[in-house]
T-cell receptor
Framework: ETGVTQSPTHLIKTRGQQVTLRCSSQ?????VSWYQQALGQGPQFIFQ???????GRGNFPPRFSGLQFPNYSSELNVNALELDDSALYLC??????????????FGPGTRLTVL | AQKITQTQPGMFVQEKEAVTLDCTYD???????LFWYKQPSSGEMIFLIY??????QNATEGRYSLNFQKARKSANLVISASQLGDSAMYFC???????????FGQGTTLQVKP
């Protein structure tokens, strides 16, 4: 069974640029969630996708957007990058549409640095 | 407001001893899930244990157990027989009813001494 994978591992961008991060969910999972983790902090929920539809969104501006594909993989897009967007971006997959009993399994993360 | 509080920024434990990591939560939902994750320096978040708000028994997974006290709104993680590989950051998280999201605490750094 393949776990959650993310690409790229590291990324360096400059302020104002756009970035796309990718996530492949664990086999059998139909739900993908994205989190932003600033240095020394706990992860913050960005949004969740369930069967290709957005299924909840955290307190992030519209320049953070996402997609989920028919194979349940997902992309996180961030436009007009700001210095504060520098963080570890974690993707998690789960199998039950994000209910309170739904265990989320995380990928290794993408570390984004904005200069 | 729904919130997770971890009051121990850092903890030390001797190898082979047990350690308790504290977690309190705040929610008015009748149904919620509580989770603990381990994050080594590599960055990946590793699922350890889950407790449902209606579960009568405390959850256990190998050396990990969750001391769930619903009235006190606490969900402490107990690691028995600590190993050097347990050195990591530990996060407590809550999944409120039907929101799809995990709310994380600030984390506790655990260092296991040989």
């Amino acid at each position: 069974e393949t776990g959650v994978t993310q690409s790229p591992t590291h990324l360096i961008k400059t302020r104002g640029q756009q970035v796309t991060l990718r996530c492949s969910s664990q086999s059998g999972h139909n739900t993908v969630s994205w989190y932003q983790q600033a240095l020394g902090q706990g992860p913050q929920f960005i949004f969740q996708y369930y069967r290709e539809e957005e299924n909840g969104r955290g307190n992030f501006p519209p320049r953070f957007s996402g997609l989920q594909f028919p194979n349940y993989s997902s992309e996180l897009n961030v436009n007009a990058l700001e210095l504060d967007d520098s963080a570890l971006y974690l993707c998690a997959s789960s199998s039950a549409g994000g209910g309170s009993t739904d265990t989320q399994y995380f990928g290794p993360g993408t570390r984004l640095t904005v200069l | 407001a729904q919130k997770i509080t971890q009051t121990q920024p850092g903890m030390f434990v001797q190898e082979k001893e047990a350690v308790t990591l504290d977690c309190t939560y705040d929610t008015s939902d009748p149904s919620y899930g509580l989770f603990w994750y381990k994050q080594p320096s590599s960055g990946e978040m590793i699922f350890l244990i889950y407790q449902g708000s209606y579960d009568q028994q405390n959850a256990t997974e190998g050396r990990y157990s969750l001391n769930f006290q619903k009235a006190r709104k606490s969900a402490n993680l107990v690691i028995s027989a600590s190993q050097l590989g347990d050195s990591a950051m530990y996060f407590c998280a809550m999944s409120p009813y039907n929101t799809g999201k995990l709310i994380f605490g600030q984390g506790t750094t655990l260092q296991v001494k040989p």
